[in-house]
């Protein structure tokens, strides 16, 4: 007579996947590494149609764009400006002020009252005094 | 009676859950020699890897989505996927890891695709089967599988990948995209609710 078994683990266990899978499985994936598997990311965009069509409708927009922008009016001042400013040396003053750093300094109001009447009562230093 | 309830009882019921399976490290070359080749480019492989890895990949399907048919469906969807990698396969640090984890992604994909489309009830999914050598055992696996359709997928998945994968808590978390407490505690009660159902379909045959 047979005992019966300790555990499940003696025998039981999830079926294994049926022999017909085996080629199904294979074929598919044979044919998706021969269509894919060798290439890198540039390939397989190149071999996309959409991400071609993107490509190319970026490029046209990008080309437009820059056919625009190139025959419209050019930035700065009217060019028969431009000779007179140079004669007049506004182009190097135009460019000191551009180039000034600015310094803020943010105080509190009462703190710049305070300093101004510190100067306003402090008496002047005179040569005398020093002595 | 009393052994036809200890024959229905998993040892791995018992299991404590520090216990840690160590994979092996021969394995784990086999698989990266395997995932190198195809890498490489060479088609031949994918006999070998299918071989090495379909019953896993399988399995891991059939408990997760709890039909036969869809299981099917994500082993060749995950070789398909496996073989548009291409050379990004060499990169991959842990083959086996990654390609459950891939099987388990498709999987999930599958059962919200099932979701949507009212799947029939996986009551009679074979989730364990009687060797060939002892057809009379039958009874007990379809008894098993029962119970076990009963459990939350999640739960089930982290029966299979931990008691007939061999993997560790750690892999089991990466494989499902959770922290290796979560996969611990899924297991933990998935063990729990087993033993109820377990000693509730005792009592009801008894």
Redesign the interface.
Known sequence: M?Q??????D????????SA??D???Q???A???E?????IWSRLWKSRPIRLAWAASVAVLLFGHMVIGTGAPSGPPDTLRPVMAAAGLRDELAKVIDVERVTIELPAWEIRVSRDRVETEPPTTNEDQS | ME??T???????LAESVSDEVQPEEGASDCWLTIFAA?AD?R?AV??EL?DLA??DV??LA??RVGS?ED??DV??DV??R??????RLAAVRRPRTWLLTVAHRCAVDLCRRNRRRQADPVEET??????AA?P??GI??ET?SRLIARLPEKQREVI?LR??ADCTFSDIGRITGVPTFTAASRHRLAVAKLRRLLEKNHETTS
């Open positions: 047979k019966p078994p300790d555990s499940v683990s025998g039981l266990a999830p079926p294994v996947p049926p899978l085996r199904r499985t294979l598919a994936a044979r998706a590494m021969t894919n598997g060798g290439d890198d | 052994a036809m200890r024959s229905l009882k998993p040892e791995w195809l480019g088609v994918l006999d299918y379909a019953a399988y399995r059939l408990w036969a299981a099917e082993v060749q070789f398909v496996v073989a548009e990698q291409g050379h074979p989730y364990l089967t009687a060797p002892d009379d055992r007990e696996a098993l299979l008691h007939f």
